[in-house]
Nanobody, 123 residues
Framework: QVRLVESGGGLVQAGDSVRLSCAAS????????PGWFRQAPGKEREFVAG????????HYASSVEGRCTISMDNAKTTLFLQMNKLEPEDTAVYYC????????????????WGQGTQVTVSS
């Protein structure tokens, strides 16, 4: 079982950038399709971005496409989410996730979740 720990959140201003990290232990991401989800106050958890297990291609939610980049290190032990031009609507707890599937989606059965890291964007 892979264990996930996120870091890199904090309080930023609108227009700023933030880079989130997710460290995997126990196993690497090589056996999973990893991704990022977020949950804003009073809202359901939503998919943000994911990486295809087979070809490492990335896919994004429409709400963040063009502003976010998901990536992994070569060893597939750390997952990143670079977020630019942050908006107050991006305020949420961001969760790292790993799914035993080719491509993680909002409906995927998630094998492991991280504990989350808070990102707060002030206007």
């Amino acid at each position: 079982q892979v264990r996930l720990v996120e870091s890199g959140g904090g309080l930023v201003q609108a227009g700023d950038s933030v880079r989130l990290s997710c460290a995997a232990s126990g196993r690497t991401f090589s056996m999973y399709s990893p991704g990022w989800f977020r949950q804003a106050p009073g809202k359901e958890r939503e998919f943000v971005a994911g990486i295809n297990y087979i070809d490492d291609s990335a896919h994004y939610a429409s709400s963040v496409e063009g502003r976010c980049t998901i990536s992994m290190d070569n060893a597939k032990t750390t997952l990143f989410l670079q977020m630019n031009k942050l908006e107050p609507e991006d305020t949420a707890v961001y969760y790292c996730a790993a799914a035993h599937t080719v491509i993680i989606t909002p409906s995927s059965e998630i094998g492991a979740w991280g504990q989350g890291t808070q990102v707060t964007v002030s206007s």
